[in-house]
């Protein structure tokens, strides 16, 4: 078939991978590379010459013209500036091609229209860019030609991070670290390195790119604005794992075909539980690579859907009333030697060490629940978490029946003797296996939930970089580790303090466990006795990154300075503002240039075939109801409308970007809704020819 593919064969082409390097280098500056590449310190530029001309050779021999610092500012999406290989023309009007070490390592660039949240004023607008050597390079093919992609790190003129990547890598160190210091102390003299490991599994809408076109509000705010709900919605799971149409199809088949060139493992796809919601999810990977192929996956999802006809959706919400998306960020910490810290074994009930770690993990999310919680706050993420499927916004650890009760075990008796197994399901036909039935069932309604071998964070935005949440994992994880090692370094017997500390860590945590339904009003009620975090919205987190907490948290391991927190915090509210302000005006304008137009005329025809059918003799009554109701609905949007206008304007006057930001969340965003509420009403009554823009029916099960 013509869309068969060679996976081996395309797999990692447009990537500078190991095997490439190995290939382009000679062996003594290959292995110079891959021993700073895993000891970590810096490239002498001699070398970074060697390298930067292979790499460039290999570029240029793929059809690049241009290499570019690709890195992660504070927006959420990537940055890239391109440079031409060409260097000045010789004497006889020949041009060379070049890339130097130094253009390699190090990149300088404006940077002062990246948001700083006040790090630095506009006048300092130096910014870096440095190569993060454990990231490949990679090249990006696209109409404007084929670029060299350099992987990087973003900081200010004096050394501030501006990005994702910098914390990031600073946290991977930070866990590493105390990871490695706490299996010394158990006895491991083998492992050299232990990495965050993450695989991100990311949910997307597709929908029709002429309708999205037609839509203000899918253009500028990426969801719905408007909209009533379609007659159909997803109550009948039917589009759950269902069939996937052929349109789609062909989306998915390229899509992974330009993820695999780049080596991004592209491994599941099926469809979500919204109608014209989908998943794919790559197979786990080192944190800052995750991250890195995350941004591409989200790139390429909008990239080739426009090469469809499609339109791709990541907002947390593009539809009211059925599911959001979200970005569950699977996370474990692995050696180099191959042992998963979270792997319970057989018997976590006499393994050790996973439950040290474990308690450990739980003794950090429930210290620092509000940071996790604020991780994955993002202003989409405000209408989703607490809907239809999306965790709550109470922060719990799901463990499962049989760990559950190995931890209830050890708070109960110091130990665990018992472990409750598995069952076997008898299927009940000759020619089909039983099963063993896994001790523990999965719940989806839970924000933080142990799967198996990995701890999944299903808070997280599908819009938002999984920068923060990783970062927010390792440093809360490492800073526990750091404190158990303090204690077990003194300590004149390893196994008691062992064994102390696991006992004291499950008892003094164990109210951030939970494992019922999450969606219940009697865990509301529960989880506010239990004291758990419960953040319902964006910027009622904010303030959580610079208490004194966070502070002493993220400056200990480096990952932060009080003044990189603080601008954190600036450019979230301003972040909030400007998205819910653009989402405002996106209604007045389609509110005043639409929809009241479009009914006006409609109502204005009904009055006229009224007054015609009253001149005949008959009475209208089917047309007066529809008549009056309308023109009810038509008011109350006009009121709402000069409601919204107003309070917009009132907001821009508040100057402090924390006062406007909760201006808009306590004013404008109601007014927003009881402009809405109205505009649905009046879709339902008038003639459908009538809606100026597609329809949730149209968009979501006509694609
Ligand atoms: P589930 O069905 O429980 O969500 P999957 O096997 O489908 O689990 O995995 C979901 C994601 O988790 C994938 O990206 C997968 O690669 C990743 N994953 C699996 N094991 C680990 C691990 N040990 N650490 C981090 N991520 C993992
Ligand atoms: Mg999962």
Request: proline share 4%; hydrophobic share 40%.
């Amino acid at each position: 078939m013509s869309n068969s593919v060679n996976v081996e064969e395309i797999f990692a082409k447009n990537v500078f991978t190991v095997a490439k390097m190995r290939e382009y280098l000679p062996e003594d500056v290959f292995n110079e590379v891959m021993h700073i590449r895993e000891e970590g310190g810096e490239l002498p530029l001699k070398t970074a010459d060697i390298v930067a001309n292979a790499m460039k050779d290999w570029a240029v021999k793929n059809g690049a013209t241009h290499y570019t610092h690709w890195f992660q500012p504070l927006t959420g999406v990537t940055a890239e500036k391109h440079d031409a290989f060409i260097k000045h023309p010789d004497e006889e009007g020949r041009c060379m091609l070049e890339f130097s070490g130094k253009e390699l390592i190090k990149g300088e660039s404006d940077a002062s229209s990246f948001p700083s949240g006040g790090l630095r004023a506009t006048f300092e607008a130096r910014g870096y860019t440095a190569w993060d050597m454990t990231s490949p390079a990679f090249l990006k093919e696209d109409a404007i030609g084929t670029i060299l992609c350099i992987p990087t790190a973003f900081c200010s003129y004096k050394g501030e991070a501006l990005d994702m990547k910098t914390p990031l890598l600073r946290s991977m160190e930070a866990v590493n670290t105390q990871a490695i210091r706490l299996l010394r102390l158990l006895g491991n003299t083998t492992s050299k390195k232990i990495t965050a490991s993450v695989g991100p599994e990311q949910e997307y809408f597709l929908v029709d790119r002429k309708k999205y076109l037609q839509r203000e509000d899918l253009i500028f705010a990426g969801r719905t604005l408007f909209g009533a709900n379609a007659p159909k919605g997803q109550e009948l799971d039917d589009h759950y794992y269902g069939t996937i149409q052929e349109r789609i199809g062909a989306y998915m088949n390229d899509l992974n075909k330009e993820l695999w060139k780049l080596g991004v493992t592209a491994k599941t796809q099926h469809n979500e539980v919204a109608p014209a919601q989908h998943e794919l999810a790559p197979i786990y990977e080192t944190a800052n690579i995750a991250m890195d192929h995350n941004q591409l996956i989200m790139e390429l999802m909008k990239k080739v859907a426009t090469r469809h006809g499609l339109a791709c959706l990541l907002h947390e919400k593009p539809f009211k009333g059925v599911n959001g998306s979200g970005k569950h960020d699977n996370w474990s910490l692995n050696t180099d030697d191959g042992i998963n810290l979270l792997d319970p074994g057989d018997s976590p009930n006499e393994n050790i060490q996973f439950l040290l770690v474990l308690s450990c993990i739980i003794k950090a999310v429930d210290t620092h629940a509000d940071l996790l919680a604020q991780s994955a706050a993002c202003v989409g993420n405000d209408s989703r978490l607490g809907g239809n499927e999306a965790p709550p916004t109470i922060i719990s650890v799901f463990l499962g029946e049989q760990l559950e009760d190995v931890v209830r075990q050890i708070i109960e008796f110091g130990e665990a003797n018992n472990l409750k197994e598995g069952k076997t399901f008898k299927s009940g036909v000759s020619t089909l296996p039983d099963f063993e039935m896994d001790a523990t069932d999965r719940n989806r309604t839970s924000p933080f939930a142990f799967t198996g071998n990995k701890f999944e964070f299903r808070s997280v935005g599908s819009s938002e970089s999984i920068g923060s949440p990783n970062i927010v994992m390792n440093t809360i994880v490492a800073e526990v580790f750091s404190d158990v090692c303090d204690v077990l370094e003194k300590a004149d017997d390893i196994k008691t303090a062992v064994h102390d500390i696991i006992t004291k860590n499950f008892t003094e945590h164990q109210r951030i466990i939970f494992s019922g339904d999450g969606y219940s009003d009697a865990w509301r009620e529960e989880a506010a006795k239990r004291g758990l975090v419960n953040i319902k919205s964006m910027i009622d987190s904010i303030d959580t990154l610079t208490t004194e907490k966070s502070v002493k948290l993220f400056e200990k391991f480096g990952i932060f300075s009080g003044a990189e927190l603080e601008s954190r915090a600036e450019i979230l509210y301003e972040t909030y503002t400007k998205t819910v302000n653009i989402e405002a005006r996106t209604m007045i304008d389609m509110a005043s240039k639409q929809i009241i137009p479009s009914v006006a005329t409609y109502s204005g025809e009904l009055a006229i075939a009224v007054n015609e059918m009253i001149k005949a003799g008959v009475t209208p009554v089917v047309q007066m109801g529809l008549l009056n109701d309308i023109n009810k609905e038509l008011t109350a949007m006009d009121v709402a409308l000069v409601t919204l206008k107003n309070l917009r304007e009132e907001a821009i006057t508040y100057k402090s970007q924390k006062e406007r930001a909760f201006f808009f969340r306590e004013k404008v965003v109601p007014a927003m809704e009881a402009l809405r509420a109205p505009a649905d009403r009046l879709e339902r009554m008038v003639d459908k020819k009538v809606w100026p823009f597609p329809t949730y029916a149209d968009l979501m099960f006509e694609v």
